[in-house]
């Protein structure tokens, strides 16, 4: 019988750990022993753990610092969310309307990814961060002052207010500026999730392992290398941006679709979540596809369950600090980690000990 490779053995890895907490939660669900609070985290764990795992194709496998990520989630979640709001009276299963605005939301993500990267990718380190960072906030606001609404005589645009749109008194507003597109279908589900991280595992560790990853990962290594043996740069920069930007919208099309009304707020596409996606592939390690997966699920579980959880606890001085102080706690726990990580003196120590117990296991 043929082994299997060690690239094959890890990936199996990553996608048994995606399969099995499925497997878990769904028992945990189907057995009533998981609370509604925690249950309500599921969808948001899945396309955190999109956006990360997207994120880390730039940051990781090429090697440029991107801070726009937020902007390619929020034109994936309108696009999608916008789409849904003019078909779910025509198209009523929900299954077929979802995998159509995946489908929407991805590309136009991805359209937004080519014309972006096109003029951005010329640059480089925090030249780049900083155009990124500005396209996200670009899109957000343009978004909030975007009002479009549809009559018997097609759809009507305007940059100003709802009155201005001149439709007819019969009309529907469908994007109401900044407070969005209200009415969306609530057609994501944990199911839905778990096949979409699959599925963005799969695209970003198969191209990783192919011949364009190995020549996108030779342009992080040593550009002017790359160059000299014929291999074309911009090209490859653009594949791996217009792929991590169609995953981003992805994950804004299951963000969209899990909400009843979808608006650009700063925490919602801010810079903010563009930092916090950074976070997350930095924690789970930068070029590690599967610190990407854990690493959303672990910080999310802390914030937005255990410490909230505090609060609910009654009086008790330790519990109230904690809940009171939750992003000081949320801070500290990140240091810790990042040391814990990266701290040249745990890594050796990490080495040594799994070295040992390697040897232990060999004898």
């Not at 839905?192 to 991280?197: A, E, H, K, S, T």
């Not at 970003?204 to 000299?228: C, F, P």
């Not at 740069?233 to 899990?258: D, P």
């Not at 801070?331 to 980690?337: C, F, K, T």
């Amino acid at each position: 019988m043929k082994k299997l490779s060690k690239t094959a053995r890890q990936n199996g890895i990553t996608y048994g750990i995606v399969i099995i907490a499925f497997v878990v939660m769904q028992i945990l669900i189907s057995t009533g022993n998981i609370s509604s609070s925690l249950e309500g985290l599921l969808i948001p764990f899945c396309y955190y753990v999109i956006l990360a795992v997207s994120l880390n194709l730039v940051v990781g496998v090429l090697g440029e610092l991107s801070l726009g990520h937020a902007g390619f989630m929020c034109v994936g979640a309108f696009a999608s969310a916008f789409f849904t709001k003019c078909v779910q009276d025509t198209i009523t299963n929900s299954l077929l309307r979802f995998v159509l605005a995946l489908i929407i939301g991805a590309l136009v993500a991805a359209l937004f990814g080519v014309l972006i990267g096109i003029p951005v990718l010329r640059l480089r380190g925090d030249y780049l961060a900083i155009v990124t960072l500005a396209f996200g906030e670009i899109i957000k606001n343009l978004v909030n002052v975007l009002f479009i609404g549809r009559d018997s005589n097609g759809f009507h645009f305007s940059m100003k207010d709802a009155f201005s749109l001149g439709m007819e008194p019969d009309g529907e507003v469908l994007v109401n500026g900044p407070q969005g597109i209200s009415g969306i279908s609530h057609d994501s589900t944990f199911i839905i999730g778990v096949v979409l991280v699959l599925l963005t595992l799969f695209i970003v560790l198969r191209l990783i392992n192919s011949r364009d990853g190995r020549a996108i990962q030779s342009i992080r290594d040593n550009r002017i290398a790359a160059e000299s043996v014929g291999i074309n740069v911009t090209k490859y920069k653009l594949m791996a941006f217009s792929v991590s930007a169609a995953l981003a919208g992805v994950g804004g099309v299951l963000y969209a679709h899990n909400l009843s009304t979808l608006s650009a707020t700063p925490k919602n596409f801010g810079y903010n979540m563009s930092i916090m996606i950074l976070v997350y592939v930095v924690l789970g390690g930068i070029g590690n596809i599967r610190g990407s997966v854990i690493a959303p699920v672990v910080l999310n579980l802390l914030l937005d369950y255990f410490l909230r959880k505090f609060q609910m606890m009654g009086d008790n001085v330790v519990l109230n600090f904690l809940s009171d102080n939750r992003m000081l706690v949320y801070a500290i726990v990140l240091i810790v980690i990042m040391l814990f990580s990266w701290s040249p003196k745990m890594i050796a120590w990490r080495e040594q000990v799994f070295h040992k117990k390697a040897k232990e296991e060999a004898e």
